[in-house]
């Protein structure tokens, strides 16, 4: 019976059964090697000499809340073969680990809606061993992403911390999985990821960036081939960091108690779309009452709703006729933060309007950084940023990715 409940419970055949007992709550079911199965784990042979044993106890299943054991005299040969002196190798246990193969599945299984700590304390072990249990399963899954048949990615920067530090995220948008993860943001960064691409010889067609000066040499000095894609929510958030500026400067020199009160407060009515406005909170009147007072603040504001047409129209001719009546119309209003911004754009023409041969953006890449935020709250953070990363390459998979 117990020789059964071994092979079906734990996985554990080709050795015999002695006993069972129990031991301060514990189960423990002592084995032994069957004699004939004996082989040098260096060169397979059967001829050796037994050499003494070392036992150990090895983690198993639980069966309920009680803990399992398996306690097994390893034995030690002496080859005649290819005379080495060695310990056999278990047979469902990996070397140099305290548990066996069927425990690691059950953890690793229990992991996928549970934490770490949930986990440790569901099967009365340390929160190291099973964050060691799924260190190695990433490692195995994820230490080096497939970067076959891959031909449009994103690439962004994501603060993960205090002291600026950054990660770079590689995401590859045909799949949604992240394929590389960089220490520190800009080229260095991304140099490992460029080294392994060249060796696949794979062909990126298309990468959507931001406006990076960075980002822009290093993809066009590793993937010259490539079309570039400026990402227009980046584009629109530059313009909306522009807009918001104006409104402090026009509001710093604002004359009398009642242009200050109009102002104040307007940064979010400016900075959103016409059709989210609040009629409750009369943020529409708010709104105009604040460009009625200023015709710079109104300038801008509707220049900024006409920013967003540069990517709604039906082909890249009628947009390249927007973008350039913008450019003009910027430049016209002698502001000066328009001004500038409409040189920037033009400097950068080319990436926007690529997006009319491939519609990509690096909005699926956000999405991940916003995986990825949940992930450092849910572990409290990651001392381990070997694991850290580990986990960022599986969140695309399963809620497994999720848990801390």
């Known amino acids: 019976m117990s020789t059964s409940l071994l092979y079906h419970g734990c996985g554990i055949q080709g050795y015999k059964y002695i006993r069972t007992y129990f031991r301060n709550g514990e189960i423990i079911f002592k084995i032994d090697h069957d004699r004939f199965s004996l082989r040098c784990p260096n060169c397979r042979s059967?001829?050796?000499?037994?050499?003494?044993?070392?036992?150990?106890?090895i983690r198993s299943l639980p069966i309920g809340s009680k803990p399992v054991f398996i306690e097994l005299p390893i034995q030690r040969i002496h080859c005649h073969q290819c005379?080495?002196?060695r310990q056999v190798k278990i047979k469902f246990a990996d070397e140099r680990r305290t548990y066996t193969r069927s425990f690691e599945r059950y953890a690793l299984e229990l992991s996928r809606h549970m934490t770490i700590k949930d986990v440790a304390q569901h099967l009365g072990v340390g929160w190291d061993l099973i964050k060691d249990i799924q260190k190695r399963y990433l490692g195995k899954k994820y230490c080096?992403?497939?970067?076959?048949?891959?031909?449009?990615?994103?690439?962004?920067?994501?603060?993960?911390?205090?002291?600026?530090?950054?990660?770079?995220?590689?995401?590859?948008?045909?799949?949604?999985?992240?394929?590389?993860?960089?220490?520190?943001?800009?080229?260095?960064?991304l140099k490992p990821f460029w080294k392994r691409l060249n060796k696949t010889k794979e062909t990126i067609k298309s990468v959507a960036i931001d406006m990076s000066p960075a980002y822009i040499s290093a993809v066009l000095n590793n993937l010259p081939d490539a079309v570039l894609v400026f990402d227009?929510?980046?584009?629109?958030?530059?313009?909306?960091?522009?807009?918001?500026?104006?409104?402090?400067?026009?509001?710093?020199?604002?004359?009398?108690?009642?242009?200050?009160?109009?102002?104040?407060?307007?940064?979010?009515?400016?900075?959103?779309?016409?059709?989210?406005?609040?009629?409750?909170?009369?943020?529409?009147?708010?709104l105009e009452?604040?460009?009625?007072?200023?015709?710079?603040?109104?300038?801008?504001?509707?220049?900024?709703?006409?920013?967003?047409?540069?990517?709604?129209?039906?082909?890249?001719?009628?947009?390249?006729?927007?973008?350039?009546?913008?450019?003009?119309?910027?430049?016209?209003?002698k502001i000066?933060?328009?001004?500038?911004?409409a040189n920037t754009l033009a400097t950068h023409s080319f990436g926007i309007l690529n997006y009319y041969d491939y519609p990509i953006s690096t909005g699926p890449l956000e999405g991940t950084n916003n995986k990825i935020k949940t992930l450092q709250k849910t572990a409290y953070g990651f001392r381990d940023m070997d694991f850290f990363k580990l986990k960022i390459h599986a969140l695309h998979e399963s809620r497994y990715a999720l848990v801390g």
Do not use: C
Request: without cysteine.
């Open 83 to 85: 005379d080495t002196i």
């Open 336 to 341: 000066r933060t328009l001004m500038k911004f």
């Open 46 to 57: 059967r001829k050796f000499s037994l050499k003494g044993k070392y036992t150990r106890l």
């Open 232 to 286: 227009h929510f980046h584009v629109i958030k530059l313009f909306n960091d522009k807009l918001s500026k104006l409104r402090r400067d026009i509001q710093r020199e604002a004359e009398g108690p009642l242009q200050k009160k109009v102002l104040k407060g307007t940064r979010w009515l400016l900075l959103k779309n016409p059709e989210n406005l609040n009629d409750d909170k009369n943020e529409k009147d708010r």
């Open 144 to 189: 080096k992403p497939i970067l076959k048949n891959i031909t449009q990615i994103a690439i962004d920067e994501i603060n993960i911390g205090k002291g600026h530090k950054y990660l770079t995220i590689v995401l590859n948008l045909d799949t949604g999985a992240v394929v590389f993860v960089g220490d520190g943001k800009g080229s260095d960064a």
């Open 289 to 333: 009452d604040a460009l009625k007072l200023n015709k710079p603040l109104a300038t801008a504001y509707y220049l900024k709703e006409d920013l967003r047409q540069i990517w709604n129209q039906p082909n890249k001719a009628d947009a390249k006729k927007v973008l350039l009546s913008w450019m003009a119309k910027a430049r016209s209003s």
